[in-house]
């Protein structure tokens, strides 16, 4: 991970239809650690097997660690990213089978995901005094001043 600091402003430059995921998972019961650890722990392998195989479309992740796990991740398109979650031979599909064995409604953990598919010309992003992060870590990172305008931008700054 390349963490030197870019201090030109910069946005990212995602084609069109890369995907936006959240995924994670909320510890409900802290003493039901043998619900909970083994969901968390799954992320790894899954990540293993994302970042070995390009294959699949994943273009990269970052997550935080409190009460509620989050990872945000970027995927190359919606297909990509349902082939893999549903690929009979993949980390996924095991451990989703798992838990819906172990855990199912005890309540001890909570997972969730949402995917949003990336319009271009309707995302604003922007980096400053930072290193390549999220989506521009994910696809590519340009200089600010080469976006193309947002459209109705000038009507916005008129009536601003």
Do not use: C
Not at 12 to 41: D, Y
Not at 120 to 148: C, I, L
């Amino acid at each position: 991970m390349d963490l030197k600091v870019i201090t030109e402003p910069r946005i990212a430059a995602p084609p069109e239809g890369t995907v936006v995921l959240l995924i994670g998972l909320r510890v409900n019961k802290f003493w039901m650690v043998h619900r909970w650890m083994p969901v968390i722990g799954s992320m790894i392998p899954m990540l293993i097997e994302l970042r070995k195989n390009k294959e699949h479309g994943f273009l990269g992740s970052r997550a935080w660690f409190n009460r509620t796990v989050i990872m945000v991740q970027y995927w190359r398109s919606m297909d990509d990213l349902m082939r893999y979650s549903h690929r009979s031979d993949g980390k996924h599909r095991s451990m989703w089978a798992w838990f819906n064995r172990a855990v199912r409604n005890d309540g001890a953990v909570g997972i969730f995901h949402e995917a949003y598919v990336v319009s271009p010309d309707r995302m604003h992003t922007v980096y400053r005094n930072m290193p390549r992060f999220g989506m521009a870590a994910a696809t590519e990172s340009v200089p600010q001043k080469a976006a193309p305008p947002v459209p109705g931008g000038e009507r916005r700054r008129k009536a601003a």
